[in-house]
């Protein structure tokens, strides 16, 4: 396995694998680009994906700090640091058979160098509570996340207005986002 930086060369595979493990409508070609950008700071990205035997079993989109805005699922008043020091973990998958071998961690930790390249002191995820046996909420607490608040139907706008069909809800979404930051 190898991980490096997000390039446009990698998007089909990328929107393949998040659509495989979030549903369809999670993400689109449009979207994905914009997120690339919020990660991109002094000449440095912040995502990353990861190939085994030239297959993407994986990636990260993460936000730059300062680059992205806090919205209503956000509780600045308990992060532990600034609103201008905090990245944001956007999103990750992981291809189903390849979980467990270290892959979202390696993904995460790439981020998190790049990241503090840029000035960011910690990182926010929002992390999907209904994930299979809740695997997205124990691997980010085994990096050293703390849980900051849980969000009731963090995703139903997304599923009722934005087409997301969500594989545990089978379409109008009310799982949970667990609310966690990570300090560097």
């Known amino acids: ?7 446009s060369i990698d998007a089909e595979s ?16 449009q979207t994905l680009q914009q997120f690339v950008e919020l990660g991109c700071a ?5 995502s990353f994906v990861a190939y085994q035997d030239s297959i993407l079993v994986g990636y990260r989109l993460s936000f ?9 699922w956000c509780s600045p008043q308990l992060w532990p640091v600034a ?6 973990f956007k999103s990750v998958a992981v291809e189903p058979g390849c979980q467990g ?4 961690s390696a993904l995460l ?19 999907w509570q209904q994930s299979p046996g809740n695997s997205a909420v124990r691997y980010f607490t085994k990096a050293g996340g703390k849980l900051i608040a849980v969000h009731q139907d963090k ?5 009722l207005n934005d087409g997301y069909f969500c594989p545990v809800c089978q379409g109008e979404c009310h799982c949970s986002a667990a609310e966690m930051v990570l300090q560097f």
């Open 109 to 127: 930790q790439a981020s998190v160098d790049v990241l503090q390249q840029q000035g960011a002191k910690a990182g926010l995820a929002h992390l």
């Open 64 to 72: 730059s700090a300062g680059r992205w805005q806090a919205d209503r």
């Open 155 to 159: 995703w139903l706008a997304l599923s």
């Open 1 to 7: 396995m190898y991980i490096r930086p997000y390039r």
């Open 14 to 29: 990328l929107l393949q694998l998040a659509t495989k493990v979030h549903g369809d409508g999670y993400l689109d070609k």
């Open 42 to 46: 002094q000449g440095i990205n912040a």
């Open 83 to 88: 609103a201008a020091d905090m990245a944001y």
């Open 101 to 104: 071998q270290g892959i979202g």
